[in-house]
């Protein structure tokens, strides 16, 4: 089926298919600031009945490329953050440079938001924290590398 004749099928479809329906962004503010708050003007868009599909699949794989970006952010997942593309490379014969004794290291700590609010002093470890589902409350510990642990499986740290 060519695209034109598809494009208001996939309005019923979820939104990163049905934007690609003309008009489908008219009715849904949040999308329409979305895609100025993230710049996908030019990628996040509906097709015009001229279109090749080449441009168009193209332009739908650099969609999807910048939202993965957004998403998976290294540095949300514990990675450190890549390093820019135009950065000077290390010397690839390094002039070896006398060891000094290595200061005595910190205990590894997690990279979450817990972690991070323990570090900034907003919560100490030990503090006991508690979600209350279907009337029923769940307990659990910070511990001191920014994990919690739950009462009710018997102390299992995450």
């Given at each position: 089926?060519?695209l034109p004749d598809?494009?208001?099928?996939c309005?019923?479809?979820?939104?990163?298919?049905g934007v690609?329906?003309p008009?489908?962004?008219?009715?849904?503010?949040?999308?329409r600031d979305?895609?100025?708050?993230?710049q996908l003007?030019k990628?996040?868009r509906s097709f015009?009945?001229k279109?090749?599909?080449t441009?168009?699949?193209?332009?739908r794989q650099?969609?999807?490329?910048?939202l993965f970006?957004?998403?998976w952010?290294?540095e949300?997942?514990?990675f450190?953050a890549?390093a820019p593309?135009?950065?000077p490379?290390?010397?690839?014969?390094p002039v070896p440079q006398?060891?000094?004794?290595?200061?005595?290291?910190k205990t590894?700590?997690r990279?979450?938001d817990?972690?991070k609010?323990l570090?900034?002093?907003?919560?100490?470890?030990?503090?006991?924290?508690?979600?209350?589902?279907r009337?029923?409350?769940?307990?659990?510990t910070?511990t001191e590398d920014g994990g919690?642990?739950?009462?009710?499986?018997g102390?299992t740290?995450?």
């Amino acid at each position: 089926m060519p695209l034109p004749d598809k494009a208001p099928l996939c309005a019923r479809s979820n939104i990163l298919l049905g934007v690609i329906s003309p008009g489908y962004n008219r009715r849904n503010p949040h999308l329409r600031d979305f895609i100025k708050t993230h710049q996908l003007d030019k990628l996040l868009r509906s097709f015009g009945p001229k279109e090749a599909m080449t441009p168009i699949i193209q332009t739908r794989q650099k969609l999807y490329l910048h939202l993965f970006d957004l998403i998976w952010k290294p540095e949300q997942l514990g990675f450190p953050a890549p390093a820019p593309e135009d950065a000077p490379q290390p010397d690839q014969n390094p002039v070896p440079q006398p060891h000094a004794t290595p200061a005595r290291r910190k205990t590894a700590r997690r990279r979450t938001d817990v972690a991070k609010m323990l570090d900034a002093r907003i919560l100490t470890a030990g503090t006991r924290i508690v979600l209350t589902h279907r009337s029923i409350d769940h307990w659990a510990t910070i511990t001191e590398d920014g994990g919690i642990v739950l009462n009710a499986t018997g102390g299992t740290p995450y």
